[in-house]
Nanobody, 121 residues
């Protein structure tokens, strides 16, 4: 079993920045690809970014490319999502996920509870 706990969400003005963290515990010895997804009210869950276990490869949704950066510190069992130039349309609950390989939420086995990000205009 793997447990994921997100933190770092909050309220920020458009153009601002936030850094989300996802603390991983449990079977941390496994080589999990880690992903970030988001879900806005009334919308489907949306892929944001994912990163390989080594951190050498990352992939982003077009909507966040160039503004968001995913990274990980395996010594701290933590994955990060640095979000810059935030827009009101980035407002959503952001969820950390593990155990998948692609961009579909259904592929991921483990999920955190989410952290709310609200961007005001």
């Amino acid at each position: 079993q793997v447990q994921l706990v997100e933190s770092g969400g909050g309220l920020v003005q458009a153009g601002g920045s936030l850094r989300l963290s996802c603390k991983v515990s449990g079977r941390t010895g496994s080589s999990y690809i880690m992903g970030w997804f988001r879900q806005a009210p009334g919308k489907e869950r949306e892929f944001v970014a994912r990163i390989t276990y080594s951190g050498s490869s990352a992939y982003y949704a077009d909507s966040v490319k160039g503004r968001f950066t995913i990274s990980r510190d395996n010594a701290k069992n933590t994955v990060y999502l640095q979000m810059n130039s935030l827009k009101p349309e980035d407002t959503a609950v952001y969820l950390c996920a593990a155990g998948g390989v692609g961009v579909r939420g259904i592929e991921y086995e483990y999920w955190g509870q989410g952290t709310q990000v609200t961007v005001s205009s």
